[in-house]
């Protein structure tokens, strides 16, 4: 009964000095050191109302919103994951097809690669802005705006992630969405 009683101890011990502890240890440095990327990223509306994540992708099918990379599981954050689906899986591809004739995509007009396939998690919240940039045509005719004003919210929202050490820049969609929504020249 001892040897039971110690063992009991013991777990307790280690499930409040592992779990309790070691979570609240790092729960506190993320709310100290980024507190924003600690509460998940989340962009609220002036009501207070969560929007989305700046770290999780959202499907937009709508023609004058960007639409993002594709997403192997719906953009449901707790599905993440790739499809593991072969490269040469009909369902794989009759999926890309789609993509690439939803895009209007030509061989004249390749679509840029990110847009006809998933990220590795499905979730992946940016693109490029090349890919961004293949969008703006659509998202300008469906606005009834110059294809210059989608281009400059592309650019004021662009940014390198690895700042000197990267050479493609990239845009949220969410937030580049939001930005055509609050552009008062629209």
Same mark, same amino acid.
């Given at each position: 009964?001892?040897?039971?009683?110690?063992?009991?101890?013991?777990? !307790?011990?280690?499930?409040?000095?592992?779990?309790?502890?070691?979570?609240?240890? !790092?729960?506190?440095?993320?709310?100290?050191?980024?507190?924003? =990327?600690?509460?998940?990223?989340?962009?609220?509306?002036?009501?207070?109302?969560?929007?989305?994540?700046?770290?999780?992708?959202?499907?937009?099918?709508?023609?004058?919103?960007?639409?993002?990379?594709?997403?192997?599981?719906?953009?449901?954050?707790?599905?993440?994951?790739?499809?593991?689906?072969?490269?040469?899986?009909?369902?794989?591809?009759?999926?890309?097809?789609?993509?690439?004739?939803?895009?209007?995509?030509?061989?004249?007009?390749?679509?840029?690669?990110?847009? $006809?396939?998933?990220?590795?998690?499905?979730?992946?919240?940016?693109?490029?802005?090349?890919?961004?940039?293949?969008?703006?045509?659509?998202?300008?005719?469906?606005?009834?705006?110059? !294809?210059?004003? !989608?281009?400059?919210?592309?650019?004021?929202?662009?940014?390198?992630?690895? $700042?000197?050490?990267?050479?493609?820049?990239?845009?949220?969609?969410?937030?580049?969405? =939001? $930005?055509?929504?609050?552009?008062?020249?629209?």
């Amino acid at each position: 009964m001892e040897t039971l009683l110690s063992s009991l101890r013991i777990s !307790v011990a280690t499930m409040v000095i592992c779990v309790g502890g070691y979570t609240g240890v !790092v729960w506190a440095i993320g709310q100290t050191a980024a507190p924003d =990327l600690a509460d998940g990223s989340l962009i609220t509306a002036p009501d207070g109302k969560v929007i989305g994540s700046r770290q999780v992708a959202q499907a937009f099918t709508q023609p004058q919103y960007f639409w993002p990379r594709p997403s192997a599981v719906d953009y449901k954050a707790d599905a993440a994951g790739g499809s593991n689906k072969s490269p040469t899986s009909k369902d794989l591809t009759d999926r890309a097809t789609e993509t690439v004739a939803a895009y209007g995509a030509t061989p004249e007009n390749p679509l840029p690669a990110e847009l $006809a396939a998933a990220s590795g998690a499905g979730l992946d919240p940016h693109i490029t802005e090349r890919a961004a940039r293949y969008q703006a045509e659509r998202i300008a005719q469906a606005r009834n705006v110059p !294809v210059d004003q !989608v281009n400059q919210l592309i650019d004021t929202n662009a940014f390198a992630p690895g $700042a000197a050490f990267t050479t493609d820049r990239l845009v949220n969609v969410l937030a580049l969405n =939001l $930005a055509l929504d609050n552009n008062p020249a629209r």
